[in-house]
């Protein structure tokens, strides 16, 4: 997987201008941050055949299925735990 870094801190770690010149020269990734979240219960149901359990995103805290790899509304992961 690639790794990314942001152009000012690079630049902040190079002392010799040709190597800065470079850094400023390289083309810039399209990447967005990763968001990072975990599945909530909304509402506990006593009686889960008469009344689903809620379930939801902890980053935006809309509905999802308790078993989501990640939130269709933010695009948060759900691969923190509780």
């Known amino acids: ?3 990314y870094i942001k152009r000012e801190d690079a630049l902040g770690c ?3 201008v040709f190597d800065r010149q470079r850094i400023k020269e390289l083309p ?6 990763v968001k990072h979240g975990h599945v909530i219960t909304i509402f506990k149901s006593t009686f889960e055949q008469y009344e689903p359990s809620i379930y939801g995103c902890s ?16 695009g948060a992961k759900m691969d923190l735990e509780d």
């Open 1 to 3: 997987m690639a790794e």
């Open 14 to 16: 190079v002392l010799w």
């Open 28 to 33: 810039a990734a399209d990447v967005e941050e």
């Open 59 to 74: 980053v935006c805290k809309c509905r999802i299925t308790r078993d989501s790899k990640f939130c269709k509304h933010c």
